[in-house]
Structures are given as structure tokens and as C-alpha cells.
């Protein structure tokens, strides 16, 4: 109707994304909140109901999804995605590394196997997914935002969690080298580094657990996925346009209580 004001077109609109580690938990949120602002998201993992599940959820978005079943672990996978499913999706502007596993143990308890498969996932296949999007962002020269999920371990010692805490300082590091390197194309690289939040991968959180962290938490709560959700989703937008190198901590205050 003439004089009416128009609803401004969803702020990521026409933009790909793909998100690593995004069939459940904190990835999933990621995508849906993604998804919301208009992006069509490629989603990864390797439990096939779960992606199949996250895809409807995009699609009654009213966003294109695509499930990819891969275990980032692999090289050759790994280069699978970036080679062949990427270019068939329309190329990548967004991307979100998530995939991780977790290791509850004192260093001197991890088994040699333990290490390798933290390694493996968290590490490694983090440096195989950012090597390959990257170069892929690159090509396509049309810039690009580069999202890593790490972890308040990787900036606050917590004890029994050594090799993980090592694997996601390691990202911080990454994310900082990347966004240097990365800056003249017009590829931003920053990290979310959440706190205690309420996932499938925290298994050990018990309702009696949970309550002595609500108490210790400023905000007095242990988050949910979709709090990461919609950081990720600002850092992805134009909002955060002059953002790189950065990491933002999304723990509701809880290193404040060290």
C-alpha cells in the first residue's frame, strides 16, 4: 500500500553459510539463528537424523538448507566438502567452525587414543575446514566471515580438561593469525568463546551440578545454545562489520568469579 513503510529485507539475506558441528547443540543454534536472518545454511556433521531434523527447521525458515555428512577429522572428507559441496551450494560467504569433542580428565589420565581423537576433531580438523574455506573465500573474491567456536578453557583454566583446554587455546591462536592474514580480502575471523552451557556435550552437568553453577554465575544461570546462537549470528552480520581478531566471551559472567 502506497505510504506504507517497507520491512526491511532479512540483514543476511543472499548469503551462504556453512556450519560445522551444526546438527545439534550450540552448532545447531548457530544455523537456526543464521537461517532467521535470511542465510541459506549448509549444515555438517555426521548423524544423518539429527542434520536431516535441522534441515526442516531451515526450511520452514523459509530458507534452501543442505546436509552434508562429514567427519572433519578426515582430510579427504574434509576436502570433499570444500571442493565439491560448496561450489555445487553456491560457494560459502559465512563460515562457522563448531565440530569438537570433549575429554572430562586429568592430563595424566588421557589415554594416548583420548588425545588423538580431541586432536583430531578439534585441532586438525579445524585447520583442514579453515585451510580449505578460506582458500575457497579467496577464489571466490567477495569476502567473507569466519566464525570459530572455542571456549572460556581456552582463556581460564578449568581443572580435568587439559587437552581440551589446549585444543581451543590453540583456535584462539588461529583466529588471530587467520584475521591478519585474511583482513586485505575483506575476510573477517573472529571467535565466540562460551561458558557452561546447556548441551548434549555436557553430560556431566546434573541438576546438582547446574544448580552450584547457577550460583556462581553473575547472571545466575548456565546459558543455552541459542545464547551462542545469537552472537554468532551478530558476528556474521554488517553490525559487526569492523570486528576481526576479537573474541567475544558469552558466559553470562562467570570468569568474573574466578
Request: aromatic share 4%; hydrophobic share 45%.
Given at each position: 500500500?502506497?505510504?506504507c513503510?517497507?520491512?526491511?529485507?532479512p540483514?543476511?539475506?543472499?548469503?551462504?553459510?556453512?556450519?560445522?558441528?551444526?546438527?545439534?547443540?550450540?552448532?545447531?543454534?548457530?544455523?537456526?539463528?543464521l537461517?532467521?536472518?535470511?542465510?541459506?545454511?549448509?549444515?555438517?556433521?555426521?548423524?544423518?537424523?539429527?542434520?536431516?531434523s535441522v534441515?526442516?527447521e531451515?526450511?520452514?525458515?523459509?530458507r534452501?538448507?543442505?546436509?552434508?555428512?562429514v567427519?572433519?577429522s578426515?582430510?579427504e572428507?574434509?576436502?570433499?566438502?570444500v571442493?565439491?559441496?560448496?561450489?555445487?551450494?553456491?560457494g560459502?560467504?559465512?563460515?562457522?567452525?563448531?565440530?569438537?569433542?570433549?575429554?572430562?580428565k586429568?592430563?595424566l589420565?588421557?589415554?594416548?587414543?583420548?588425545?588423538?581423537?580431541?586432536?583430531?576433531t578439534?585441532?586438525?580438523?579445524?585447520?583442514?575446514?579453515?585451510?580449505?574455506?578460506?582458500?575457497?573465500?579467496?577464489e571466490?573474491?567477495?569476502?567473507?566471515?569466519?566464525i570459530?567456536?572455542?571456549?572460556?578453557?581456552a582463556?581460564?583454566?578449568l581443572?580435568?580438561q587439559?587437552?581440551?583446554?589446549?585444543?581451543?587455546?590453540a583456535?584462539?591462536?588461529?583466529?588471530?593469525?587467520?584475521?591478519?592474514d585474511?583482513a586485505?580480502?575483506g575476510?573477517?575471523?573472529?571467535?565466540?568463546?562460551?561458558?557452561?552451557?546447556?548441551?548434549?556435550?555436557?553430560?556431566?552437568?546434573?541438576?546438582?551440578?547446574?544448580?552450584?553453577?547457577n550460583?556462581?554465575i553473575?547472571?545466575?544461570r548456565?546459558?543455552?545454545?541459542e545464547?551462542?546462537g545469537?552472537?554468532?549470528a551478530?558476528l556474521?552480520?554488517d553490525?559487526?562489520?569492523y570486528?576481526?581478531?576479537?573474541?567475544?566471551?558469552?558466559?553470562g559472567?562467570?570468569?568474573l568469579r574466578?
Amino acid at each position: 500500500m502506497e505510504g506504507c513503510p517497507q520491512s526491511p529485507a532479512p540483514e543476511l539475506l543472499g548469503k551462504n553459510a556453512l556450519v560445522t558441528g551444526g546438527s545439534k547443540g550450540i552448532g545447531r543454534a548457530v544455523a537456526l539463528a543464521l537461517a532467521a536472518r535470511g542465510a541459506d545454511v549448509m549444515v555438517v556433521g555426521r548423524d544423518r537424523e539429527d542434520l536431516r531434523s535441522v534441515c526442516e527447521e531451515i526450511n520452514r525458515l523459509g530458507r534452501q538448507a543442505r546436509a552434508a555428512c562429514v567427519d572433519v577429522s578426515s582430510r579427504e572428507e574434509v576436502e570433499r566438502l570444500v571442493n565439491e559441496l560448496v561450489p555445487a551450494f553456491g560457494g560459502v560467504d559465512i563460515y562457522v567452525n563448531n565440530a569438537g569433542i570433549p575429554v572430562l580428565k586429568h592430563l595424566l589420565e588421557t589415554t594416548p587414543e583420548e588425545m588423538d581423537r580431541v586432536l583430531d576433531t578439534n585441532l586438525k580438523g579445524a585447520v583442514y575446514c579453515l585451510t580449505g574455506i578460506a582458500r575457497r573465500m579467496l577464489e571466490q573474491g567477495r569476502g567473507g566471515c569466519i566464525i570459530v567456536v572455542t571456549s572460556i578453557n581456552a582463556l581460564w583454566p578449568l581443572p580435568g580438561q587439559a587437552v581440551y583446554s589446549a585444543t581451543k587455546a590453540a583456535l584462539e591462536a588461529l583466529v588471530r593469525c587467520l584475521a591478519v592474514d585474511l583482513a586485505p580480502a575483506g575476510i573477517r575471523v573472529n571467535s565466540v568463546a562460551p561458558g557452561a552451557i546447556r548441551t548434549a556435550m555436557n553430560k556431566h552437568f546434573t541438576p546438582e551440578v547446574i544448580e552450584r553453577l547457577n550460583a556462581r554465575i553473575p547472571l545466575g544461570r548456565i546459558g543455552e545454545p541459542e545464547d551462542i546462537g545469537e552472537v554468532g549470528a551478530f558476528l556474521a552480520s554488517d553490525a559487526a562489520r569492523y570486528l576481526t581478531g576479537s573474541t567475544i566471551v558469552v558466559d553470562g559472567g562467570y570468569m568474573l568469579r574466578k
